[in-house]
């Protein structure tokens, strides 16, 4: 999950909201189409392409931890997906 901007609580119960990209997810128009193209990728192969989508997930616990990757694991992983398309891998 990449975060966005976190929204202002709407009053002092709230705990306030935030925007995020997941990259777990593929394009689609609706819960009932994420479905189907989830069968079609399962059952047939097919293959749909990342929603790169901002939305809202609703994570309002206040107790929940996330892992914050550093600005240099971000860089090292860029690194690793451009090697990946030229072959330059070492396992």
Known sequence: MIKGNTLTPMDENSLGDFYEMSLSDWQNSNSDELYDNFLAMK?????????????????????????????????????????????NIDG
């Open 43 to 87: 059952d047939e192969g097919k293959s749909f392409p990342i929603d790169f989508a901002w939305g809202r997930n609703a994570l309002y616990e206040r107790n929940a931890l996330y892992l914050i990757y550093e600005k240099e694991d971000v860089m090292h992983l860029r690194d690793l997906l451009d090697r990946c398309f030229t072959g």
